[in-house]
């Protein structure tokens, strides 16, 4: 394709050819273009000076070098300039003219052809040209180990592998790009995704607050904005506590706990998720402190929790040194699950007992987050709730929170005949 020349006054100094609006099939060579930018010339001994002082009205594009060898001379370089703030010599102030005068150069402004190719161009430039004029452009990614996981729209998808070819050269390190095709799978937390661009490896390795995890992105569930979440929660424990983790996923609030000394009881249904906490167990050595569980959040309450709560309420209530936690990170339904715990322990309650933190996490539309969620909440329960915390952990749309609300579970939601 014939190289196109624009000058400096031209809108779209930086964008690439017209001719690429509509291109689905990515052709590097096409985003190959010839502009005009102003350079200063310079003895090759101070370009390093002046390249630091003039820093800021230098050209900068992705994988551009702005310094210019002299063909003529090895003795001068000439360094590229910000076409749009560099116009001409006049916008040089006082202070740089004392610094040209200093090293004796000269403020003369010249104008060069300079090349420019897909690599000097930036991700949204690029897909601004190609997909249809006015239309949204997707740039943002959840990045997962080596892989760039996008929610594209529905305008995007024919030209989704060009997308995804782009995001895979414009980011170091990613080598796979994927694309959701449906909504997560409420029973097993993960969701449907196809390969855009790169390698078909979905086996992920992560780094969180310190921990590594590993696991098959396409079979569980991993959103990697909840870091500082799974921090939060495992700041409130101590050395001794236990933790019973309802949907542990591949254990990244059980894995923290067993760091911290706590005693763990970690379950999930999706025996991928479940596998993959075992083995992020094993290789965080944490293994002999987490009990991992296999089976539906209600079972794991009904079974394990009703069984090894009463032995903690007892001891716990005696020396008071520890506390319980209940952790139910499913947004999309634990607070339907909160049900679980009416009468689940029949024994009478003392006045000292030690009674379980519950942290239990939800979605909500509503105008008032915190009262929908805790409204939800005491209906499950059958009670209310007279002292609770309420978190917002994230905006997930812009009319769709994710919330964690932390209560004491009422003695009297615990404890009881079932009818």
């Avoid at 009703?306 to 209530?317: C, D, R, T």
């Avoid at 749309?397 to 004491?408: D, G, H, L, T, V």
Wanted: proline share 5%; hydrophobic share 35%; aromatic share 8%.
């Amino acid at each position: 394709m014939a190289e196109k020349k624009e000058n400096c006054e031209h809108a779209g100094l930086f964008s690439p050819n017209p001719s690429v609006r509509g291109m689905v099939d990515l052709d590097r060579n096409a985003f190959t273009k010839t502009i005009q930018v102003p350079v200063l010339k310079l003895r090759k001994e101070i370009v390093n000076k002046v390249m630091k002082t003039l820093k800021h009205r230098l050209l900068h594009r992705p994988q551009m070098k702005r310094i210019i060898d002299d063909p003529k001379d090895d003795n001068t370089k000439s360094v590229i300039l910000d076409p749009y703030i560099v116009t001409s010599e006049d916008v040089f102030d006082e202070r740089d003219r004392a610094f040209f005068k200093q090293i004796d150069i000269s403020p003369q402004v010249r104008q060069v052809d300079l090349q420019l190719t897909y690599e000097n161009f930036k991700t949204n430039e690029i897909l601004e040209a190609v997909l249809p004029q006015g239309q949204s452009v997707t740039t943002g990614f959840s990045r997962v180990g080596h892989i760039a996981h996008m929610n594209l729209r529905d305008h995007q998808l024919p030209y989704k592998n060009l997308i995804g070819q782009v995001i895979l050269d414009k980011n170091p390190g990613i080598t796979t790009v994927v694309n959701k095709t449906n909504i997560i799978d409420s029973t097993y937390r993960n969701f449907q995704m196809e390969v855009l661009a790169g390698e078909d490896n979905m086996v992920a390795k992560v780094k969180e607050n310190g921990f590594t995890y590993e696991f098959d992105f396409s079979k569980v569930y991993w959103n990697p904005r909840l870091g500082s979440e799974h921090d939060r929660i495992t700041g409130f424990l101590q050395s001794g506590d236990v933790v019973f983790d309802v949907f542990a996923g591949v254990g990244p609030f059980a894995i923290p706990a067993a760091k911290k000394n706590c005693i763990v009881y970690a379950n999930d249904l999706n025996p991928e998720s479940y596998k993959w906490l075992i083995h992020n167990c094993k290789l965080n050595k944490v293994d002999k402190k987490v009990q991992a569980f296999n089976t539906d959040g209600r079972e794991f309450i009904g079974t394990v929790v009703k069984e090894e709560l009463p032995k903690y309420i007892k001891s716990f209530s005696t020396e008071r040194k520890n506390r319980l936690h209940i952790v139910m990170n499913l947004p999309a339904l634990a607070l339907d699950f909160l049900d679980s715990f009416r009468h689940l322990l029949p024994e009478k309650p003392h006045t000292d007992d030690v009674l379980p933190t519950v942290h239990c996490y939800g979605f909500s539309k509503d105008d008032n987050p915190e009262k929908e969620v805790k409204d939800r909440a005491e209906e499950m329960l059958g009670t209310t709730l007279e002292s609770c915390s309420i978190h917002l952990v994230r905006q997930v749309a812009p009319n769709k929170q994710m919330m964690c609300i932390s209560f004491e579970l009422p003695s009297e939601v615990l404890f009881g005949s079932r009818r």
